[in-house]
């Protein structure tokens, strides 16, 4: 699942599985940015370990 910076953001801030790895908290800390690539679930063959990626994609047209 190898996608642009702006829809892996997008799908991030539209799941509600997203989980910061390593603890980062989006919220407080604006170094880091709400986005697949900084979510747990997210492998290092860039995929989403839960499979939420495409159903996120399909339903928010992104």
Same mark, same amino acid.
Request: proline residues 2%; contains cysteine; charged residues 20%.
């Given at each position: 699942?190898?996608?642009?910076?702006? #829809? /892996?953001? @997008?799908? =991030? $801030?539209? !799941?509600?599985? /997203?989980?910061?790895?390593?603890?980062?908290? #989006? *919220? +407080?800390?604006?170094?880091? $940015? !709400? +986005?697949? #690539?900084?979510? @747990? &679930? *997210? #492998?290092?063959? =860039? *995929? !989403?370990?839960?499979?939420l990626y495409d159903e996120?994609? $399909?339903? &928010?047209?992104?």
């Open positions: 699942m190898r996608s642009s910076s702006d #829809t /892996y953001k @997008n799908v =991030a $801030e539209n !799941c509600s599985q /997203y989980s910061p790895k390593n603890g980062w908290d #989006t *919220f +407080s800390n604006s170094t880091s $940015e !709400c +986005s697949c #690539t900084t979510c @747990n &679930h *997210f #492998t290092k063959n =860039a *995929f !989403c370990d839960i499979d996120i994609v $399909e339903n &928010h047209d992104l």
